[in-house]
């Protein structure tokens, strides 16, 4: 019920943190070609004669540059999209000590891509190793290259370079269609139902006030319609008037009269329009509007849903049971006790989306023929807790689709193809409201015909190679095994080459482990995405210089305090002492770059000391270890985002001796 996740909610609400300041960007945007990107302000770019080719340039000077997009239109436009991300594995492959770090395949109705990344050695006698990442895109017959390329040592550009990279991205196919008359008005105004506020420096139940933003401009402050319900509600709508449409959450099973409440002149006032009776144990939980102007309310248990046209105030019950019911997957979401998925927005195709309040997944029913998604559409980047509460599909001023996504905590803009969400501001949400308009309305003569969806995988293939960490040479004689999440283990057999492909569910994290005499085994957990996934996994000699990740070992957030998932991954390190009683070994802690460094410095230490105390009590000799604490000094991955600056938050070990 949503009550009880505004409860949680307002029981678990945290101190924001201050966000990282931000690089100033500015937006390059090609009109023939139709896309955008948008690169760090001091930047410089520069086009091509032929305009085949944009090259962006770090800094004032124009030497080098750090990414590239190239156009072709002579790219293989009938090839499978599995077959070009097969082309570029096999490619990458043919170069000197490669590791292919990731390589993804997406396909969405209007285009399809592969991303990558990976490092080589220039030639086989340097030492040195070039990194590239990149994302290949293909629409209406041309190909186009986005490209960032440089020596591994010089870090510098990385992340900027990388956020280049992600923001490029198509603008609509057409320019927006003219808006009905009764739509004209329609601004680009979004709302949404504060979950809390803050009286007498504590945080309480809200769910009547109204918090108003522009939606080109969602991370600014927003205008604060205080108290424009007069109840307190889990659902709202955006009409084509620019007015708001409420009802109460009032669990009464009983007819509810819907509000209207004007935000130009902060008048409110009950409608004509009743909805009936929701129910015995369930409330409204939900609203959303369509590309005709309609009205929709959904129940918490999403067992009810209702349509009022404004026009004739005619309210109809368009179902009285859940369509997911029909879904193979249901039981995993709908047994006592799990999270709502009332929560939905519709598209211009006649699909309506929910999402799972539990993980943010988001689940999907056709309206004309009742037939749920065949799986889950799992997104990457959200927080692991629950209480997501809604969805908004919004188009912006300049006719691109905008799907937002309601947190626990923040509102995310969710990217689709790429299954990826980008954390757009803060604040805790129980419902958004827009005017979800996407071209012309439907003919009355009948249903729009749906548009073809992009095809979204139920499984993960993850393939690649088991290579040496120094000579990136293929070690087929390895040992890989994968513990699923339910406890049970698979053995992956190796080729010849030192390839593996593994049939796995998306989303989930595996265990893996790899052992070969002479090696340090490696311990680690990887999350494959849906699709066909590539990635290498490195062992290292085990020979004095040779740094063994502990990826599994986690902390207490911002303590010492060793979590009880670590534990496998340490006794398998006692093991590895165990077997080699002469070898000796130091502990390396690694944080972040957030907060005070000195104090990371400190918190890295007591890690470190952390993970010695516990090899010292399962029988390692303490003068076999030594230990240092890093700090933020020394990061792996880029510290712009949260999702990469975790794999900063480490403890590593380092071969000293080996008689």
């Known amino acids: 019920m949503k009550f009880l996740l505004t409860l949680v909610l307002t029981v678990c609400w945290l101190k924001l943190s201050a966000q990282e300041a931000l690089v100033p960007r500015q937006v390059y945007t090609d009109a023939k070609a139709r896309f955008r990107v948008s690169y760090p302000e001091s930047w410089q770019r520069q086009r091509s004669?032929?305009?085949?080719?944009?090259?962006?340039?770090?800094?004032?000077?124009?030497?080098?540059?750090?990414?590239?997009?190239?156009?072709?239109?002579?790219?293989?436009?009938?090839?499978?999209?599995?077959?070009?991300?097969?082309s570029l594995w096999r490619r990458i492959q043919q170069l000197s000590r490669a590791q292919i770090l990731r390589l993804e395949q997406h396909e969405a109705t209007s285009y399809a891509e592969v991303s990558y990344h990976y490092t080589y050695a220039p030639d086989r006698s340097s030492a040195d190793r070039t990194r590239v990442l990149g994302r290949r895109l293909w629409r209406n017959g041309t190909e186009f290259d986005l490209e960032?390329?440089?020596?591994?040592?010089?870090?510098?550009?990385?992340?900027?370079?990388?956020?280049?990279?992600?923001?490029?991205?198509?603008?609509?196919?057409?320019p927006p269609a003219p808006l009905p008359a009764a739509a004209a008005q329609c601004d680009n105004k979004m709302y949404g139902i504060a979950a809390l506020r803050r009286r007498n420096e504590a945080w309480e139940d809200d769910c009547r006030t109204i918090h108003e933003f522009a939606a080109d401009n969602l991370s600014a402050p927003p205008r604060i319609h205080r108290d424009a319900l007069p109840f307190q509600s889990y659902a709202l709508a955006k009409g084509f008037d620019n007015?708001?449409?409420?009802?109460?959450?009032?669990?009464?099973?009983?007819?509810?009269?819907?509000?209207?409440?004007?935000?130009?002149?902060?008048?409110?006032?009950?409608?004509?329009?009743?909805?009936?009776?929701?129910?015995?144990?369930t409330v409204w939980i939900s609203g959303a509007t369509d590309e005709q102007g309609n009205l929709y309310f959904s129940t918490a248990d999403a067992n009810k849903l209702v349509k009022i046209d404004p026009a004739d105030g005619t309210v109809t019950v368009l179902w009285d049971s859940d369509?997911?019911?029909?879904?193979?997957?249901?039981?995993?979401?709908?047994?006592?006790?799990?999270?709502?998925?009332?929560?939905?927005?519709?598209?211009d195709t006649g699909t309506l989306f929910q999402v799972y309040s539990t993980d943010g997944s988001l689940l999907t029913v056709d309206l004309q023929t009742r037939q749920?998604?065949?799986?889950?559409?799992?997104?990457?980047?959200?927080?692991?807790?629950?209480?997501?509460?809604?969805?908004?599909?919004?188009?912006?001023?300049?006719?691109?689709?905008?799907?937002?996504?309601?947190?626990?905590?923040?509102?995310?803009?969710?990217?689709?193809?790429?299954?990826r969400v980008r954390l757009v501001r803060r604040g805790t949400y129980t419902d958004l409201a827009g005017c979800n308009l996407f071209g012309p309305v439907p003919a009355k003569s009948g249903p729009a015909a749906p548009a073809a969806a992009a095809v979204t995988p139920t499984l993960a293939t993850w393939r690649g190679r088991v290579l040496n960490g120094v000579t990136f040479q293929p070690l087929p004689q390895a040992q890989l095994r994968l513990r699923r999440p339910d406890g049970g283990e698979i053995k992956v057999p190796l080729t010849a080459q030192g390839t593996f492909t593994i049939t796995a569910e998306p989303g989930?994290?595996?265990?893996?482990?790899?052992?070969?005499?002479?090696?340090?085994?490696?311990?680690?957990?990887?999350?494959?995405?849906?699709?066909?996934?590539v990635q290498d996994l490195l062992l290292y000699p085990l020979a004095v210089g040779s740094t063994l990740p502990l990826d599994n070992v986690q902390f207490t957030q911002g303590q010492a305090v060793l979590l009880p998932t670590s534990f496998p991954t340490l006794d398998q390190l006692v093991g590895m002492l165990t077997k080699n009683p002469t070898m000796t070994i130091e502990l390396r802690g690694h944080t972040d770059n957030q907060g005070d460094p000195q104090k990371n410095v400190v918190l890295s230490q007591e890690r470190v000391a952390a993970v010695k105390t516990y090899l010292v009590e399962?029988?390692?000799?303490?003068?076999?270890?030594?230990?240092?604490?890093?700090?933020?000094?020394?990061?792996?991955?880029?510290?712009?985002?949260?999702a990469t600056r975790r794999l900063n938050r480490r403890v590593e070990v380092r071969v000293t001796g080996v008689r």
């Not at 340039?57 to 499978?80: C, W």
């Not at 010089?154 to 991205?169: C, H, I, K, N, W």
């Not at 009464?252 to 006032?269: C, H, S």
């Not at 006592?336 to 598209?347: I, K, Q, T, V």
């Open 49 to 86: 004669e032929d305009r085949r080719q944009l090259a962006f340039f770090a800094g004032s000077a124009r030497q080098h540059p750090i990414v590239t997009l190239t156009m072709r239109t002579d790219g293989p436009g009938a090839a499978s999209l599995l077959g070009r991300q097969d």
């Open 148 to 174: 960032y390329r440089a020596a591994d040592e010089d870090g510098r550009y990385l992340s900027e370079a990388e956020q280049l990279v992600e923001s490029f991205d198509f603008a609509a196919p057409a």
């Open 243 to 281: 007015c708001l449409y409420s009802v109460t959450k009032a669990p009464t099973d009983a007819p509810e009269y819907v509000y209207r409440y004007n935000p130009a002149t902060r008048q409110g006032e009950y409608t004509s329009w009743q909805l009936p009776a929701q129910g015995p144990e």
């Open 323 to 347: 369509p997911l019911r029909k879904a193979a997957y249901f039981p995993r979401i709908g047994f006592a006790g799990a999270g709502s998925h009332g929560n939905f927005c519709l598209d």
């Open 372 to 419: 749920p998604g065949p799986e889950p559409l799992a997104l990457q980047g959200l927080p692991k807790r629950g209480g997501y509460s809604d969805l908004l599909l919004q188009k912006d001023e300049q006719g691109n689709r905008r799907l937002y996504l309601a947190g626990p905590k923040a509102l995310y803009e969710v990217d689709m193809p790429r299954r």
């Open 508 to 533: 989930l994290a595996y265990a893996t482990t790899i052992q070969l005499p002479g090696y340090l085994a490696l311990d680690s957990t990887y999350t494959p995405p849906a699709g066909p996934y």
């Open 618 to 642: 399962h029988g390692v000799g303490a003068p076999r270890i030594t230990g240092t604490g890093l700090g933020g000094t020394q990061p792996r991955a880029s510290n712009a985002r949260e």
